[in-house]
């Protein structure tokens, strides 16, 4: 299940701007959501990689 979570996390933060891309018209505002979705993907991982320790020091 972990797996999946970091699957997840890297698609939001590499893929997702890159298909937003061609939407967004201004260059302010592809810069914004390149910068919430690389938030957003490394937030999932990091949270998904703690789960994981955290688990195994139970």
Known sequence: ???IT???G???WLVV???T???VKKKSYKKA???LCRII???IIVVCILNYL???FQ
């Open 1 to 3: 299940m972990s797996i």
């Open 6 to 8: 970091i699957i997840i």
């Open 10 to 12: 890297l698609v939001v």
């Open 17 to 19: 701007p890159i298909l």
């Open 21 to 23: 891309n061609d939407m």
């Open 33 to 35: 959501i390149a910068m």
């Open 41 to 43: 993907g490394i937030a």
């Open 54 to 56: 955290t688990s195994l």
